[in-house]
């Protein structure tokens, strides 16, 4: 039985891992059991190669008083990028991810720092992970 149904579109860059994320997926107070994802149709177009100089100077995840991820952005470039979608995943011991959430930073300056969070509602996560990936993505 199909809950609901959602569609889109994404651009994806060669060699890119990308989080496709959906949230706040309206469920009518059923409990999932599975999810489906499926490609319909493929559209290659050619773009300017887009080169992220952008690591992750450090990550830290706090439990108390609310599950946090806090990171540190380092634009390692000499000029400004823009529109950049952060993601974050949280996997437990056994490697399947458990909580994920995302945000946009409008523009990092070059060779800035910049911090950045994500956070869950209290007691949404109860156990400290045992992994967290922070991808970026250029929103172009």
Same mark, same amino acid.
């Given at each position: 039985?199909?809950?609901?149904?959602?569609?889109?579109?994404?651009?994806?860059?060669?060699?890119?891992?990308?989080? %496709?994320?959906?949230?706040?997926?309206? $469920?009518? !107070?059923?409990?999932?059991?599975?999810? =489906?994802?499926?490609?319909? @149709?493929?559209?290659?177009?050619? &773009?300017?190669?887009? !080169?992220?100089? %952008? @690591?992750?100077?450090?990550?830290? #995840?706090t439990l108390l008083p609310k599950p946090t991820?806090?990171?540190?952005?380092? *634009? $390692?470039?000499?000029f400004e990028v823009k529109n950049i979608e952060?993601? /974050?995943? &949280?996997? *437990?011991?056994?490697? !399947? /991810?458990?909580?994920?959430? =995302?945000? #946009? /930073?409008?523009?990092?300056?070059?060779?800035?720092?910049?911090?950045? =969070? #994500?956070?869950?509602? %209290?007691? @949404?996560? !109860? %156990?400290?992970?045992a992994r967290v990936d922070i991808l970026l993505?250029? @929103?172009?």
């Amino acid at each position: 039985i199909v809950i609901t149904f959602r569609r889109g579109t994404v651009r994806l860059m060669p060699r890119e891992t990308l989080l %496709i994320f959906e949230p706040n997926v309206e $469920t009518s !107070n059923r409990i999932p059991a599975r999810v =489906s994802f499926e490609i319909q @149709s493929l559209r290659w177009e050619r &773009l300017p190669e887009v !080169n992220l100089e %952008i @690591s992750i100077a450090q990550k830290q #995840f706090t439990l108390l008083p609310k599950p946090t991820v806090h990171a540190t952005l380092h *634009n $390692t470039s000499l000029f400004e990028v823009k529109n950049i979608e952060a993601s /974050v995943l &949280l996997y *437990n011991a056994e490697g !399947n /991810v458990v909580a994920v959430s =995302s945000t #946009f /930073v409008d523009d990092i300056a070059g060779e800035e720092k910049r911090d950045i =969070s #994500f956070s869950w509602p %209290i007691g @949404s996560i !109860n %156990i400290e992970p045992a992994r967290v990936d922070i991808l970026l993505h250029p @929103s172009l």
